[in-house]
């Protein structure tokens, strides 16, 4: 019967590969080692005597607990989220005889109860917790088992917890680099243990940085930033139940200047953004902000048109805005565009108009608008769509959401029926489906503001 806890009863030495490395391993220590089960060791600092039984248990941090079963067996309790196996070294002498980790011999949860004997006296263990990674270890010797004269049996134990005997320290735990990148210090690892590792724990970011493994050092190689942020990078160094980190940053561009490509930072004359559109062998082209927000168009339900009847350049639809009485307090979309302006002068900041949202959505896919028949934007356009996301995260900006609609400033108005002109509108474009709508102006869709450069 299993459960959601992990919970079982461990065996002992009948389980014959253990006792046979465990027999190697005590044939190889000297007769005076430490090591040698059955050479006296005091107790190390921090052990703890206890009792344990069927109602008595021993807390071993948020990990989980140990207790006494029946027949002879420990009972192993881990939280939540958490694993939990045992190792029996066997016979020896006390809580100081235990001074390694094996790599081997722990067993794995079985999830459920089962009547084995493996509680020894005068047997030694060491319990693993472990969770997403983390390992705690737990080392006690087995004193006495008893049974009261209520039949009740116990069992006292001398432990130590947390037990971390390897030793693994860095040189250094950080590093910085210029926007130019460069060469690291070599990073020494000091270690008692036979083997260690090391790994990246920015998988989906990780090629800016080259690592070079040596007898007891790292080295590391950094390429040029070419985006706005700071950037980070972290290396995972285990060494048998002990991790160390190391944080490798480097600073962002503080300035750029053409050619430009699309996806690159724009950082001119106070002006900070993501090219999405070059011409002129990059030297002009069309800027996205790096932040967005949702804001209705205007807030007035008024049956008028506003002359913003532009497709191509949303500067002329904002002049058309700025002409109307308390346009900042009525026009939210385009007054959230025009803010990124200096005050001090007419910037070109402002809300796009259909094409220019066309672009920028053709840009994000790599594809041209599909016509209507073909208005989804399918899955092949996913890596597209991450890369331009990723940039955007890169120079410091919020990602496109693919499954927004995004105003443009480009009104939409028709005759019905009865031959009256409906003014109430103005267009979007689905970012992911590539298509128009058109909306009531007080609705509220997604606004980013574009500028050429």
């Known amino acids: 019967m299993a459960y959601m806890d992990k919970q079982f009863v461990i065996t002992g030495l009948k389980i014959l590969g253990i006792a046979f490395l465990l027999g190697a391993y ?23 005597t206890a009792t344990i039984s069927g109602s008595k248990k021993i807390n071993v941090g948020n990990y989980g607990f140990i207790r006494w079963a029946n027949s002879n067996n420990f009972y192993l309790y881990a939280q939540d989220l958490h694993d939990v196996s045992i190792c029996d070294l066997g016979e020896m002498h006390g809580l100081g005889n235990i001074t390694n980790i094996p790599s081997t011999g722990f067993s794995a949860p079985t999830h459920q109860i089962e009547t084995l004997h493996s509680c020894e006296a005068g047997h030694g263990y060491i319990v693993k917790f472990e969770s997403d990674g983390h390992i705690v270890f737990f080392r006690f010797h087995i004193e ?24 693994l320290k860095l040189s250094a735990t950080q590093q910085s680099f210029p926007m130019e990148g460069g060469n690291s210090q070599i990073i020494e690892i000091t270690t008692d243990a036979s083997e260690w590792s090391y790994s990246s724990q920015n998988q989906a970011n990780s090629n800016w940085v080259t690592i070079i493994k040596k007898q007891q050092t790292l080295s590391l190689s950094v390429e040029p930033n070419p985006f706005i942020s700071t950037r980070n990078f972290y290396i995972k160094i285990r060494a048998n139940e002990k991790t160390a980190y190391f944080k490798v940053s480097q600073a962002g561009i503080t300035a750029t200047s053409p050619p430009y490509a699309v996806g690159d930072a724009y950082m001119e004359n106070g002006i900070t953004g993501m090219v999405y559109k070059v011409s002129h062998n990059g030297k002009h082209g069309m800027i996205v902000s790096l932040d967005e927000t949702e804001l209705a168009w205007g807030i007035m339900a008024d049956n008028v048109t506003y002359k913003c009847t532009d497709e191509n350049n949303g500067l002329n639809n904002m002049k058309k805005i700025k002409e109307q009485a308390n346009w900042e307090k009525n026009f939210p979309a385009f007054k959230w565009c025009n803010d990124k302006n200096p005050r001090s002068a007419y910037g070109g900041w402002h809300l796009p108009a259909t094409n220019e949202l066309k672009d920028l959505y053709t840009a994000y896919c790599r594809i041209n608008l599909p016509q209507k028949k073909k208005s989804k934007a399918t899955v092949e356009h996913k890596k597209s769509r991450d890369l331009f996301n990723y940039c955007l995260e890169q120079n410091g900006g919020v990602r496109l959401s693919e499954s927004a609609d995004y105003w443009t400033s480009t009104e939409y108005s028709y005759y019905n029926h009865y031959n009256y002109l409906r003014c109430y509108y103005a267009k979007a474009l689905n970012f992911y489906k590539g298509s128009h709508s058109h909306y009531n102006r007080f609705t509220k869709h997604n606004v980013r503001a574009v500028i050429a450069f």
Do not use: V, W
């Open 26 to 48: 005590s044939c190889s220590k000297s007769e005076y080692s430490p090591d040698n089960p059955h050479f006296p060791m005091p107790d190390p600092k921090g052990t703890i």
């Open 144 to 167: 006495k088992p008893l049974i009261s004269p209520k039949n009740i049996t116990e069992t006292t134990i001398r432990y130590q917890y947390p037990f971390e005997p390897t030793t």
